[in-house]
């Protein structure tokens, strides 16, 4: 079964600065997707990025980029100018299409704070 | 329709009591999803149907669960005699499966038993 880590629970960075969440998973799947999803305190979680297995090339989505190192199992999201709206809850998530049509798996979650 | 919906938005029920959680998922999404996330935590899989067929039910904490969809669009989530651990937001998603295309999530239904 695939699990997904993210090992901060919380963080915080002023406006305007660039933070980067970290997040691991556990796999022996080659092909696959991974996802980062945001949550704002409204709750309805919303898609932010996603990255294909078997594409080298980082994904960007405007401020937002991701750090996808294959080998190390490795998928770190960076905010670039980070804006008080970015304060959510941001989750990792793994998807396995060959199988279970898409099931995801979520890591725990990462609390982020944009402070004025 | 135009995003998942969810209702009721929030509930409030006595412990013992039956809920019905519904979601309508957008238009044409053969794949539907079913979590669950207690306060401040992950999202616990619960359930999945693709068309009106559920394929994965490993999620399910117990047989007080149950889900249905019908039409392969709306889903019903029943849980009967409720607990107190119940209590969480019940987050419906769907998806279009195509390739590597990711979930749109309802606001989700915030359960409280009581």
């Known amino acids: ?116 | 329709g135009a995003g998942v919906s969810q209702s009721p938005s929030n509930k409030v029920t006595e412990k013992g009591k039956d809920v019905e959680l519904r979601c309508d998922p957008i238009s044409g999404h053969t794949a539907l999803y079913w979590y669950r996330q207690s306060l401040g935590q992950g999202l616990e899989f619960l359930i999945y149907f693709q068309g009106n067929s559920a394929p994965d039910k490993s999620g399910l904490p117990s047989d007080r669960f149950s889900a249905e969809r019908t039409g392969g669009s709306v889903s019903t989530l029943t849980i009967q005699r409720t607990q107190q651990e119940d209590s969480a937001v019940y987050l419906c998603a769907s998806s279009a499966l195509v390739r590597g295309y990711g979930y749109t999530f309802g606001s989700g239904t915030r359960l409280t038993v009581v």
Do not use: H
């Not at chain 1, 490795?74 to 008080?84: G, N, P, V």
């Open chain 1, 1 to 116: 079964a695939q699990t997904v880590t993210q090992s901060q629970p919380e963080m915080s960075v002023q406006e305007a600065e660039t933070v980067t969440l970290s997040c691991t998973y556990d796999t022996s799947e080659n092909n696959y997707y991974l996802f980062w999803y945001k949550q704002p305190p409204s709750r309805q979680m919303i898609l932010v990025i996603r990255q294909e297995a078997y594409k080298q090339q980082n994904a960007t989505e405007n401020r937002f980029s991701v750090n996808f190192q294959k080998a190390a199992k490795s998928f770190s999201l960076k905010i670039s100018d980070s804006q008080l709206g970015d304060t959510a809850m941001y989750f990792c998530a793994f998807m396995k299409p060959a199988t279970n049509a898409g099931k995801s798996t979520f890591g725990d979650g990462t609390t982020l704070t944009v402070k004025p």
